[in-house]
């Protein structure tokens, strides 16, 4: 998280109305919760949804990951306890679409940041985003960065009747529920942002076979991989 994702995620929490409820997929270590639970106003709903349950972890971390993941669980409890905000946040230790239940009513703010696979990034955005309020904020993490989630908005949100795209930081961009704009410009400028994850891409194929190492024994600097 970029200190520009951080910004876009206080001044959503921010505008969230007193006694609303912002709900959060993919909590990891408690960083994006902290923020969103520090800009709240006193009364606001903080959940945050993370299963740490060691699968979809992080880039190709896909599974096997139980005793990290029991890590990650100890320090997002400390993290949040440190920043005095543990009270505030309620943590359902659950995947994402067996949740549902555990969260009554509409959302102001939702910020999915789970499962980057296109099956669930699509549910997450899907089905928790039908819940958000007219006004209410979206904000998804890694699009036109990872393909699943990039996939998942195009087959979501491209022409979709009520959300529609603000801007992105980086790889954060940002929704709004019942926003002025036709179908077709909402469209035109998410699909603008396509050159930039073509580029996102090709820069983690490279990663991926190695070519980060080859620059690094030649005495470069590798890129990072890209959110």
């Given at each position: 998280m970029t200190q520009g994702q951080a910004r876009e995620l206080y001044q959503a929490a921010v505008n969230c109305p007193p006694g609303g409820r912002i709900v959060e997929i993919g909590s990891f270590r408690g960083r994006s919760t902290i923020v969103l639970a520090m800009a709240a106003s006193a009364g606001t709903e903080i959940v945050a949804i993370d299963p740490h349950a060691g699968n979809d972890r992080g880039p190709q971390e896909l599974d096997g990951y139980a005793a990290a993941a029991g890590d990650d669980h100890v320090m997002f409890e400390s993290n949040l306890a440190a920043a005095g905000i543990r009270d505030r946040v309620t943590h359902i230790?659950?995947?994402?679409?067996?949740?549902?239940?555990?969260?009554?009513g509409e959302i102001d703010v939702l910020y999915v940041d789970g499962a980057h696979r296109y099956g669930p990034a699509s549910a997450d955005i899907r089905h928790w985003g039908a819940r958000v309020k007219q006004g209410g904020a979206l904000l998804v993490h890694d699009s036109f960065s990872s393909i699943g989630v990039t996939g998942a908005i195009m087959r979501v949100l491209l022409v979709h009747d009520t959300f529609r795209y603000v801007g992105r930081s980086r790889s954060l961009a940002v929704y709004r529920a019942g926003a002025e704009g036709g179908r077709m410009?909402?469209?035109?400028v998410q699909l603008a942002q396509l050159p930039w994850f073509v580029k996102n891409v090709a820069t983690k194929v490279l990663l991926t076979i190695?070519?980060?190492?080859l620059l690094?024994?030649?005495?470069?600097?590798?890129?990072e991989w890209p959110y």
């Amino acid at each position: 998280m970029t200190q520009g994702q951080a910004r876009e995620l206080y001044q959503a929490a921010v505008n969230c109305p007193p006694g609303g409820r912002i709900v959060e997929i993919g909590s990891f270590r408690g960083r994006s919760t902290i923020v969103l639970a520090m800009a709240a106003s006193a009364g606001t709903e903080i959940v945050a949804i993370d299963p740490h349950a060691g699968n979809d972890r992080g880039p190709q971390e896909l599974d096997g990951y139980a005793a990290a993941a029991g890590d990650d669980h100890v320090m997002f409890e400390s993290n949040l306890a440190a920043a005095g905000i543990r009270d505030r946040v309620t943590h359902i230790r659950e995947f994402s679409d067996r949740a549902h239940q555990l969260v009554d009513g509409e959302i102001d703010v939702l910020y999915v940041d789970g499962a980057h696979r296109y099956g669930p990034a699509s549910a997450d955005i899907r089905h928790w985003g039908a819940r958000v309020k007219q006004g209410g904020a979206l904000l998804v993490h890694d699009s036109f960065s990872s393909i699943g989630v990039t996939g998942a908005i195009m087959r979501v949100l491209l022409v979709h009747d009520t959300f529609r795209y603000v801007g992105r930081s980086r790889s954060l961009a940002v929704y709004r529920a019942g926003a002025e704009g036709g179908r077709m410009r909402n469209a035109f400028v998410q699909l603008a942002q396509l050159p930039w994850f073509v580029k996102n891409v090709a820069t983690k194929v490279l990663l991926t076979i190695g070519v980060g190492r080859l620059l690094s024994k030649l005495g470069r600097t590798p890129p990072e991989w890209p959110y």
